[in-house]
């Protein structure tokens, strides 16, 4: 069995949402796959959280909560976890096109916003959009 990853909680709202997770998990005996299949999910998806690797969802903080009888702890954490540098519509791609530049040879990551407004991660929400502002145009929607 793999580890946990050593996390330093205080390094930003992620680690410490992580951190405090796997110490509500840990309390109630419950070991990664149980709460995931308590929460609807799987245990490696816990372990993204209590590793600080994804961005916490508000409504899945709402059921660990239950799960783990931790009040609103989690969602408070959550809303800390989820602020970022960047428009809340465009967090998650930024954050994806700060991993594809740090994993993939020859992609400089931006990490200054106004430095760089085109990148990998733009385009591809450009893509991912564009049926949906065309339809909005178009007054279909």
Known sequence: MPQPKDL??????RAFYGAELRR?????????????SRAFCSGTYIGLFEAGE????????????ELLGSGEHLQR??????TSKVAGYF???????????????????????KAAPEGPALAFARERWAPFVAALGDGSL
């Open 91 to 113: 967090a998650d791609a930024a954050e994806l096109q700060l991993q594809v530049a740090d994993n993939v040879p020859g992609i400089v990551p931006v990490r200054d916003s």
């Open 77 to 82: 954490l959550c809303r800390l976890a989820r």
């Open 54 to 65: 994804r961005r916490p969802q508000l409504e899945l903080s709402r059921s660990l909560d």
């Open 8 to 13: 330093d909680p205080y390094t930003d709202p």
């Open 24 to 36: 509500l998990r840990e309390a109630a005996g419950l070991s990664q796959g149980e709460l995931g």
